[in-house]
């Protein structure tokens, strides 16, 4: 049987997809640096399981850079040793924070376009030719037309953005160049992914004060910050606040599956694909759902607009639904309440 790979597999999305290929029957090998996660996170994985701790059944780990091409090269050579070469990769690994982007740019360059390019040609060279890409919301930037298609304009306004739309262009580059129709290539662009495993045994695992919404709200709960501080109150949006797409972790995890099935089983070709629920939600919408599902309450004040933030980024995502027989089930509900299950479980992360 062959294997999957996937770059950065111990991080919050990452160890989440681990659940949903593992659920099928997948051999799976997760290749990270831990430079931002635990390599405990596959522990749980493996509790979700009921597998003994510690079991190379079906996930291989292996710690490293992506941007270390012995390394890499190693990691296809370990497979076909083991009979299971690697037939596929999710790439997940790379720095995702815009702030960061902005004051450190070069670093994010370097992990996010030069760990791509080290990790396209050691599969070139080991001729396995299907990726699944992590791209974002973030490419589109200031796009004033809500919902947003897979066509609208690309217009990042972070570093970040800027490398998520570079190694897209790559891809693009690759395809084209390929007189043998050979790669296979799918590029998620996530839009706000939040909550957890419904065990609680995994979740997001942020080593700073986070910037992003959801793990702050839980932060504020367990009482770790005083209160919530909303960037805004005067965006043209139904209630002045801040309009997202949020989507529940399991169902973007779930959407790289089927996107890697979808690649597996039609003819080669490279598709750009909006994972989100298309459904809109503001910061105000989000507290009270938070406050009312966990029974507990959120202190918050209203403060200034963030730099660089948009009124609205809600994604059109028919595509994703029409191609990949997917579609995200679950709720906001379940989105606030497996969230801080993850949160009340694990206060201080793994
Ligand atoms: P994360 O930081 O939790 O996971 C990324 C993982 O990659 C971490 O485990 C980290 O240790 C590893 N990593 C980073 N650089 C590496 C390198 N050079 N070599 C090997 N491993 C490395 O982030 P996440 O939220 O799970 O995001 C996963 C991917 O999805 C990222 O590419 C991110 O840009 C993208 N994405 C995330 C979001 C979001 O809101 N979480 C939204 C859109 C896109
Ligand atoms: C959501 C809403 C804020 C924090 C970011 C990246 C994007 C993608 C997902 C990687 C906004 C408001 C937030 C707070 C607040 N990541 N907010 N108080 O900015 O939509 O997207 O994460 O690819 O690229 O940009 O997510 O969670 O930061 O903000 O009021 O303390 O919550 O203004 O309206 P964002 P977010």
């Known amino acids: 049987m062959r294997s999957i790979l996937l770059t950065g597999g111990n991080g919050y999305i ?7 290929f593992l659920k099928k029957n997948y051999k799976i090998i997760v290749l990270d640096s831990n430079v931002n996660s ?16 510690n079991s190379q059944e079906n996930i291989i780990f292996e710690k490293g850079d992506i941007r270390n091409e012995i390394f890499l090269r190693n990691v296809f050579i370990n497979a076909i040793k083991r009979n299971s070469p690697i037939k596929a990769v999710v790439h997940f690994a790379g720095l995702k924070s815009v702030k960061d982007s902005v004051i450190d740019p070069l670093s994010y360059w370097d992990s996010n376009l030069f760990g791509a390019l080290c990790l396209l040609k050691v599969m070139n060279k080991y001729k396995c030719k299907t990726i699944v890409f992590s791209s974002s919301a973030a490419i589109y ?9 897979e066509i609208s304009l690309i217009k990042p306004i972070s570093p970040y953005g800027d490398t998520k739309v570079a190694v897209e262009k790559i891809l693009e580059n690759l395809f084209l160049s390929d007189t043998k129709h050979e790669w ?7 839009f706000n992914p939040i909550g957890a495993h419904h065990t609680g045994l995994i979740g997001e695992n942020p080593y700073d004060v986070p910037s992003n919404i959801f793990p702050y709200i839980c932060g504020v709960a367990i009482g770790k910050y005083k209160k919530l501080n909303i960037f805004g109150n005067d965006w043209p949006t139904k209630d002045g606040t801040g309009v997202r797409d949020y989507i529940h972790v399991m169902d973007l995890a779930d959407s790289h599956l089927s ?9 080669p070709q490279i598709i750009n694909l909006n994972i989100g629920t298309g459904i809109g939600t503001s910061v105000l919408e989000l507290v009270k759902i938070f406050e009312k599902v966990n029974n507990c309450i959120i202190p918050f004040d209203f403060y200034d607009r963030r730099l660089g933030d948009v009124a609205q980024l809600i994604a059109n995502n028919k595509n994703a639904i029409y191609k990949l027989n997917w579609k995200p089930k679950k709720s906001l509900e ?17």
């Not at 990452?14 to 949903?20: L, M, P």
């Not at 996170?41 to 399981?49: D, H, T, W």
């Not at 930037?141 to 298609?149: D, F, Y």
């Open 141 to 149: 930037g200031k796009n004033i037309k809500n919902p947003i298609e």
């Open 38 to 53: 635990s390599p405990i996170s596959l522990k749980r994985v493996k509790e979700i399981f009921k597998l003994r701790k």
């Open 259 to 267: 996107a890697m099935e979808f690649l597996l089983n039609n003819e």
């Open 14 to 20: 990452g160890t989440h997809t681990c659940v949903s």
């Open 184 to 190: 296979r290539i799918a590029n998620l662009r996530y």
């Open 334 to 350: 379940d989105m606030c309440r497996d969230g801080w299950k993850w949160k009340k479980l694990n206060p201080n992360g793994y």
